[in-house]
T-cell receptor, first 113, second 113 residues
Framework: GNSVTQMEGPVTLSEEAFLTINCTYTATGYPSLFWYVQYPGEGLQLLLKATKADDKGSNKGFEATYRKETTSFHLEKGSVQVSDSAVYFCALPGAGSARQLTFGSGTQLTVLP | DAGITQSPRHKVTETGTPVTLRCHQTENHRYMYWYRQDPGHGLRLIHYSYGVKDTDKGEVSDGYSVSRSKTEDFLLTLESATSSQTSVYFC????????????FGPGTRLTVT
């Protein structure tokens, strides 16, 4: 079935540093790919998505490119802020009819002022 | 915001007692999901529903049952709670026709003592 492997955390950065969180996937076909963000005490929010190879999803300064050749969907941001501190999850739909999302284990990001 | 609410938001219960968690949506989405979130595991699917009275199991369904008598409500029941079911539970809806995007409720933190 479809699966995703996500960079282990936690990640601690200083404000304005560059962020990369790695995500690789295994999938049947070419499903949409997602990044979700979870702020402390809250549910998951869709951060960005890409629906086909070479698509770039972007939102709030975050970007991720759907790379078919390397089966990757790495999350990047050029200059992180303290408010970006959260847990980030890479996800993709399952291959069956349920179309539930399969998630990575999550990466805790802490940004220090 | 997909109009998803969960109740209760927090619950402490004793081992062996039954517990029911409620998910309510206001936008008439057909597909609804229950996930549990545990450290190091990301989110894992418990059960899902693809319509009124239509439900199926996910990867971690043992010890859980669900019911959906109305489109807007999806109930998760722990028949006899165990300490291993201490977790944060999230309900989600799938927006078909939007690349399988899912939107999540705020979560229920359940502690089984």
């Amino acid at each position: 079935g479809n699966s995703v492997t996500q960079m282990e955390g936690p990640v601690t950065l200083s404000e304005e540093a560059f962020l990369t969180i790695n995500c690789t996937y295994t999938a049947t076909g070419y499903p949409s790919l997602f990044w979700y963000v979870q702020y402390p005490g809250e549910g998951l929010q869709l951060l960005l998505k890409a629906t086909k190879a070479d698509d770039k999803g972007s939102n709030k300064g975050f970007e991720a490119t759907y790379r078919k050749e390397t089966t990757s969907f790495h999350l990047e941001k050029g200059s992180v802020q303290v408010s970006d501190s959260a847990v980030y999850f890479c996800a993709l739909p399952g291959a069956g009819s349920a179309r539930q999302l399969t998630f990575g284990s999550g990466t805790q990001l802490t940004v220090l002022p | 915001d997909a109009g998803i609410t969960q109740s209760p938001r927090h619950k402490v219960t004793e081992t062996g007692t039954p517990v029911t968690l409620r998910c309510h949506q206001t936008e008439n989405h057909r597909y609804m999901y229950w996930y549990r979130q545990d450290p190091g595991h990301g989110l894992r699917l418990i059960h899902y529903s693809y319509g009124v009275k239509d439900t199926d199991k996910g990867e971690v369904s043992d010890g859980y049952s669900v019911s959906r008598s109305k489109t807007e409500d999806f109930l998760l029941t722990l028949e006899s709670a165990t300490s291993s079911q201490t977790s944060v539970y999230f309900c989600a809806i799938s927006v078909r026709g939007k690349d399988d995007e899912q939107y999540f409720g705020p979560g229920t933190r359940l502690t089984v003592t």
